[in-house]
């Protein structure tokens, strides 16, 4: 009988190990799978021709650089966007909001969470782009700066949980000290709070914009998709097309194994690796940031 | 507190006048998102309909119902389900019971970070390489809902650990010293107690997977099926996916069928939401410890 039992408890102790590494599994998979399909690409197009600034697949011309300043401009835009929102919704949260304002305000950020990306890019064309095109009297809606704004909303949850979380745990004895000190609440927020969770708030924001870097369907339904190289700030308000959105709509239409196909890998590589970065960067200064806090504590 | 704002009136008028900045922002936050669901229910019920729901499109989307998007919805969210719930929650517990603070541990650890920050439309290129082409699935249900159920993976983990982490540790320990084995503690004790939030982190999972587009594009979508799918090898239609092409690829497209599909779409995630958030509060008013 208890040979029995502790016989069960190893296999299953064993299948749930196995379960446990599944996911380095997983991300070694993405990375060959990418660099199988991916790679060749490297060897059959010329670099000259991978980093020139010309973007159109039928006659051979695979400059990726527009795509990936397309990128660059719509995800600084939308963090611009969305930092002032989504830090002071936290800061709201955490720092001023009585408790039962609170427990309305966060099943409302995470609706905003839920709403998939599509259900934004079609409210953002039926909506967004013909007010801009309006509004700012431009010759189309389908601009960077709209798209901007779709990714700002789409990474402000994001930005609130993970900023409210890092001012949360700050210590209620750092504020306790601001305040004795005769400092207001305001000024404790600014001065005691926030630095305090200064790496929390920094660790939201890069989330954020690896949330917006990696953003397809909105993207996609309201920039354009003109790859044409950004270059100066009215760039902005013309179309643009991101990274994502290049794989997405072409991908459908290529000859597996093609040239295109196999750069449409690459610039799957490129996000894989870009979002790699950023989030390995992001976890690395929390842990380092929580374990200077466990120090000055104890 | 009435010390201060005797002995610094400036800086009361600052923090009256900062927290009220706070509270316009949080607002102009919170309004649009409610503002888009109130426009969306508004525009959407009318095309509502027991045959919109339960008819197939026709002449061209442009008529009919969204039948094979809500079924084809349906397949993948359950298909997901099936692969990536028992993996997740069993790599969930063995992160929180069995792992030791170690090096591979905490290679795990960057791992799930990692799966949770790869762009969607990479989780689509990687499905189409893996199941599409290599293991020959083709675009099929069955390769988009293993695709989808890779990226939800890291949801499910992360929720069921945090669950299994917040049962007091005293439970094991009792349990344990009545001479019940590590998996019998782990089956009767710890994952019963975890049970709410566990669900409610595969319910969140799921609800992402079920609104995704990026994944499924080139790996089990179609844009248009006359009859519903019959195995797990047909491509099928999505509500989603239903979205993107009667937004952008058909010209001259009624506006309701829009909003209604949309709406449709909006329900079913939202709904899943607020299940989720039901069980996750009613877990807590509960909880004895």
Redesign the interface.
Known sequence: MRQE??K??II??S???V??????L??G??LI??L??GLPALKDVAFSTLFSVRWYPIEGYFGILPLILGTLLVTISATLIAL???I??A???S???PRWIKEV?K??????A??????L???G??VLVPFFRKFLDLPTGLTAFTGAILLG?IS?PTI?SVAEDALNNVPPAYRQAG?AL??????T?WGVTLPAAKTGVLTAVM?GI?RS?????AVM?VTGNAPVLPTQIYALFRPVRTM?AT??SE??EVA?GSQHYQV??LI?IL??VF??V???VA?AVSTRQRKRSERVLS | MSTNSQNNPKGKIAEIMGFNLLRLVTLLTVLPILGLIVFIIIKGAPALSIEFLTTPPSNGMRDGGILPAIIGTLYLTLGTAIFSVPLGVAAGIYISEYAEDNRLTRLIRIAIINLAGIPSVVYGLFGLGLFVLFLKFGTSILSASLTLSIMTLPVIISTTEEALRSVPNSFRVVSTSLGASRWQTIWKIVLPQGLPGIITGIILGLERAAGETAPILFTGATFFLPQLPHSPLDATMALPYHIFVISTQIPGMPVKIQYGTVLVLLIFVLGMNLIATLIRSRARSKRQW
């Open positions: 039992k502790r069960s408890d299953i102790s299948v749930i190990k379960c446990g590494y599944s996911s380095i997983f991300v998979l993405i799978f990418l199988r399909e002032p929102f989504g002071g919704t800061l709201y949260m720092e001023v909001a305000l099943p409302v950020v995470e609706i905003l839920g709403i998939p990306s599509v259900v890019g079609f409210i064309i039926l909303l402000i609130v305040l005769g400092a207001t609440r305001w000024q927020i989330l690896g870097l990696g953003e397809t369907m339904m994502t794989i997405a991908m459908g597996t449409l890998f799957g996000l894989f979002s790699l950023i989030n390995i976890s």
